[in-house]
């Protein structure tokens, strides 16, 4: 029932002018109402259902704006299916199954509604309704937002969703409404949301935000055109695309996201102008799917909140960037699997934490005239079928400019390197490509390494002030019997080059050299040996007898020579069997080494490689110690040309990687050093027989370390434990180092020595045989600080000593 009367008036000829007047309803009021008429409603509630059939004027009172407020028990508040003028109504309703505001028909214009309800839609256009909404506001906690729908039209400015349960818009069977400046936010789901085959939406000046869910969601052949919108504030992706969905952006401001900014798969099409993105938590652009494709024109992706790369495109897909900005990402462009591809012309990539493009899984890239800045690694080619081409390119500031490996087979054009830190170009593992015409200056490692024997081809290349040398080549296994690049016309500004010796192998060499206009480019020699490492043709072995001797010689470890001794009579009698034309067990010579410090577990790695060599297992059987500052690098890139650079100097002989587990933290994250163990185990699957590998470290985290790490560990043969030493041992070793440097222990010496090394605490920081030595020093260091007081000593006085002599215990 109406709180007032409702006041009719009309405007037309005297014919009409009975229906002037006062009704006691809204429905007696619309009843007798005809096309022009005016309808004025005092203020008050409404409890009515109303129906708009004829094109009236249906308004509130002057200077009381929202003072009519129409709230049925249930059912549809107001339901329009005329061109009729609506103006200042507050609509409530609470029916789940029903919109508060139904448009059905007609061209009606509406403005300064309000619509506060828990309905299944606030608004609703539905038919061949195209209304003109202004200046109206949703509140709906219990469905969508706006719906409109089978091929429904229209036209919403200035409008407001404040709050909704579902989506905030809804557009789907072939509607093709228009917005512009409106806001949506506080929605669930998406914040507009566009489904199927027909249905498209143009957005002008909109902004979307503080979204439980997804900002914009196109899918089902539905198609978009969205300018000057913003998108910020979601829980979810910032826009969606799935299935053949269509969607233009222009300068549009996406940011703000925990998800992926855009996302878009399964044949969708998106374009973006002049659009930013940026504050992301996942990809910027992440585009999956044969015959998806995004086109980014003058955009700008930055300033990533996340650990992904700005761009990632996989499974098919194709992205084109063009004249447009990626920088403070962590990685910039990834692109992955056959058949995806991504073009990119005149844009800016830079400040770059690790990759600025990555290339993967037989992806293919096409780079011209692009400018990569402050980066560690410009361009990283990294499996076999990976390529594509780099043209006309610029790479400043890099830890390394391009890697190419694992059989990736890239073209490089007109590229220009400029200060990488450690290579302009780097090439192993396989690796190909062809460089033509590229420049790198100022390196402080070397301007082109090429390493593994990669049959990479150089031509008309040319390097500047590179500190290591312009052009670094190492065959595959240090002997000369690789392949190697093939170089031609290409120059360095070194005043002195240093030609490796002609190969003499029975097959022509591949890499040959045409003197350039300012120096020489080497041909491909061995890799270079670890200082203090075994010379390449090393002088002859102690007999395996000898070494033997000298493993047995060590004080204690009884349970790790009998190991060894077993390795050893295996590789023997293999090696035997072979000889005799029998067929030899297959034997891994790879080992884990767990114990605490000072046991004992480099010594015995040194003794394996020299009676490995002493068989002709190895051809040089020298140790190469590292730990992860040897193999670890700060950037992506630099771990795996450290790895393999470790792994180089170990050729022949044995790489002996002490506190292995560092290279597998608990708390690993992003962390480096999971690429040294997947660079080592792809090195130790390729050059098995080239080195042996040994592993070391405490025996719980070593145990931790090969569990999470199943790749590695399967490539061990057994795991040989070294225990502490017991007091006795210790005492031993003490004995040993005193017999070695020509001191005596005294009488009671021996027994004070097994009291000292019983109560010394055995915690953590104990170092076993590390321990004994260093009591040795320091018993000799009180030892001449006592006998430097007397004038003239006797032999005894300097060779024996004392109880007293013993340091405290700590």
């Known amino acids: 029932m109406a709180q007032g009367s409702v006041q009719v008036t009309h405007a037309g000829t005297s014919r009409w002018r009975r229906r002037t007047g006062e009704y006691s309803s809204l429905a007696a009021a619309l009843e007798a109402a005809g096309d022009g008429d005016v309808l004025t409603v005092p203020a008050g509630t409404y409890r009515e259902n109303l129906v708009l059939q004829r094109a009236v004027t249906l308004r509130g009172p002057e200077g009381a704006r929202g003072s009519v407020r129409i709230a049925p028990a249930d059912g549809v508040?107001?339901?329009?299916?005329?061109?009729?003028?609506?103006?200042?109504?507050?609509?409530?309703?609470?029916?789940?199954?029903?919109?508060?505001?139904?448009?059905?028909?007609?061209?009606?214009?509406?403005?300064?509604?309000?619509?506060?309800?828990?309905?299944a839609a606030g608004i609703e256009v539905r038919g061949g309704a195209r209304p003109t909404v202004r200046r109206c506001t949703v509140d709906n906690a219990g469905g969508v937002g706006i719906s409109v729908l089978d091929g429904a039209?229209?036209?919403?400015?200035?409008?407001?969703?404040?709050?909704?349960?579902?989506?905030?818009?809804?557009?789907?069977?072939?509607?093709?409404p228009r917005l512009a400046n409106c806001r949506i936010h506080h929605a669930s789901g998406a914040g507009l949301s566009l489904t199927g085959e027909g249905t498209t939406v143009e957005a002008v000046g909109c902004e979307l935000y503080e979204i439980k869910g997804?900002?914009?969601?196109?899918?089902?052949?539905?198609?978009?055109?969205?300018?000057?919108?913003?998108?910020?504030?979601?829980?979810?992706?910032?826009?969606?695309?799935?299935?053949?969905?269509?969607?233009?952006?222009?300068?549009?401001?996406?940011?703000?996201?925990?998800?992926?900014?855009?996302?878009?798969?399964?044949?969708?099409?998106?374009?973006?102008?002049?659009c930013?993105?940026?504050?992301?938590?996942?990809?910027?652009?992440s585009v999956w799917d044969p015959g998806t494709r995004v086109d980014a024109n003058q955009c700008e992706i930055h300033d990533s909140t996340g650990d992904y790369p700005a761009v990632w495109v996989s499974d098919g897909a194709t992205a084109v960037l063009d004249s447009t900005r990626l920088h403070d990402v962590p990685d910039a462009l990834f692109v992955l699997d056959r058949g995806s591809r991504a073009d990119v012309v005149d844009c800016d990539l830079t400040?770059?934490?690790?990759?600025?493009?990555?290339?993967?899984?037989?992806?293919?890239?096409?780079?011209?005239?692009?400018?990569?800045?402050?980066t560690s690694t410009g361009a990283w080619f990294r499996d076999h079928g990976s390529g594509g081409t780099l043209a006309n390119c610029t790479i400043d500031g890099a830890q390394t400019g391009v890697i190419v490996?694992?059989?990736?087979?890239?073209?490089?054009?007109?590229?220009?390197?400029?200060?990488?830190?450690?290579?302009?170009?780097?090439?192993?593992?396989?690796?190909?490509?062809?460089?033509?015409?590229?420049?790198?200056?100022?390196?402080?490692?070397?301007?082109?390494?090429?390493?593994?024997?990669?049959?990479?081809?150089?031509?008309?290349c040319r390097t500047e002030r590179c500190a290591r040398g312009g052009y670094e080549f190492a065959d595959a296994f240090g002997d000369g019997s690789g392949g190697g690049p093939t170089v031609e016309d290409c120059t360095s500004d070194e005043s002195r080059t240093t030609q490796a010796p002609p190969v003499t192998a029975p097959t022509a060499q591949p890499a040959t050299q045409t003197a350039g206009l300012l120096g020489n480019v080497p041909a491909p020699r061995p890799a270079p040996a670890a200082a203090g490492a075994a010379p390449e043709t090393p002088a002859p072995g102690r007999p395996s007898e000898e070494v033997l001797g000298e493993l047995d010689a060590l004080v204690g470890l009884d349970s790790v020579k009998r190991e060894v001794r077993t390795l050893i009579n295996m590789i023997e009698v293999g090696r035997r069997r072979q000889e005799a034309g029998l067929k030899a067990a297959s034997v891994r010579r790879h080992l884990v080494f767990t114990g605490s410090p000072g046991t004992g577990k480099t010594t015995v790695a040194r003794l394996y490689g020299e009676i490995l060599y002493s068989l002709g297992v190895l051809e040089r059987g020298h140790l190469v110690e590292v730990s992860r500052v040897d193999l670890v690098g700060e950037h992506i890139g630099s771990t795996a040309i450290r790895t393999q650079e470790a792994f180089d100097r170990a050729r022949g002989g044995v790489l002996f990687v002490d506190e292995a587990y560092a290279l597998s933290p608990e708390d690993s994250g992003r962390d480096f050093g999971k690429e040294a163990i997947d660079t080592l185990v792809k090195l130790m699957e390729d050059h098995r027989d080239a080195v042996v590998v040994i592993v070391a470290g405490y025996t719980a985290e070593m145990e931790r370390f090969l569990?999470?790490?199943?790749?590695?560990?399967?490539?061990?043969?057994?795991?040989?434990?070294?225990?502490?030493?017991?007091?006795?041992?210790?005492?031993?070793?003490?004995?040993?180092?005193?017999?070695?440097?020509?001191?005596?222990?005294?009488?009671?010496?021996?027994?004070?020595?097994?009291?000292y090394f019983t109560a010394l605490p055995k915690g953590p920081s104990f170092g076993n045989g590390r321990t004994a030595r260093q009591t040795f020093e320091a018993m000799v260091e009180r030892h001449a600080g006592r006998v430097a007081r007397i004038t003239d000593p006797s032999t005894d006085d300097l060779t024996l000593l004392y109880a007293e002599d013993l340091p405290e215990l700590p």
Do not use: M, W
Not at 88 to 104: G, K, R, Y
Not at 738 to 751: M, P, Q, S
């Open 77 to 119: 508040a107001l339901t329009i299916r005329a061109s009729a003028t609506v103006h200042d109504l507050h609509l409530e309703a609470a029916d789940s199954a029903s919109p508060a505001l139904l448009v059905e028909d007609g061209a009606p214009e509406l403005t300064d509604i309000r619509v506060v309800t828990r309905s």
């Open 153 to 176: 039209g229209g036209v919403f400015e200035e409008c407001e969703v404040v709050a909704a349960g579902q989506a905030g818009v809804t557009v789907r069977g072939g509607a093709h």
């Open 214 to 274: 997804t900002g914009v969601q196109v899918t089902g052949r539905a198609a978009g055109h969205l300018t000057d919108c913003t998108v910020h504030r979601t829980t979810a992706d910032g826009v969606t695309l799935d299935t053949d969905a269509v969607l233009t952006l222009a300068d549009c401001d996406i940011h703000d996201i925990p998800e992926n900014a855009v996302d878009l798969r399964s044949r969708s099409v998106l374009t973006l102008t002049r």
């Open 351 to 374: 400040q770059v934490r690790n990759t600025a493009v990555s290339v993967s899984d037989g992806a293919t890239v096409q780079l011209d005239d692009c400018r990569i800045r402050e």
């Open 405 to 460: 490996t694992k059989g990736a087979d890239p073209t490089i054009e007109g590229c220009t390197v400029s200060s990488p830190a450690e290579a302009g170009f780097y090439v192993s593992a396989e690796g190909r490509g062809t460089f033509h015409g590229c420049r790198v200056t100022g390196s402080s490692g070397f301007g082109f390494h090429v390493i593994d024997g990669c049959r990479t081809t150089l031509t008309r």
């Open 276 to 285: 930013t993105v940026r504050h992301f938590g996942r990809n910027g652009l």
């Open 707 to 755: 569990a999470v790490n199943p790749g590695i560990s399967s490539r061990f043969s057994r795991t040989i434990r070294f225990g502490d030493y017991a007091p006795e041992e210790l005492l031993r070793i003490v004995e040993q180092q005193g017999e070695e440097h020509e001191y005596r222990l005294a009488e009671g010496a021996c027994e004070a020595l097994l009291k």
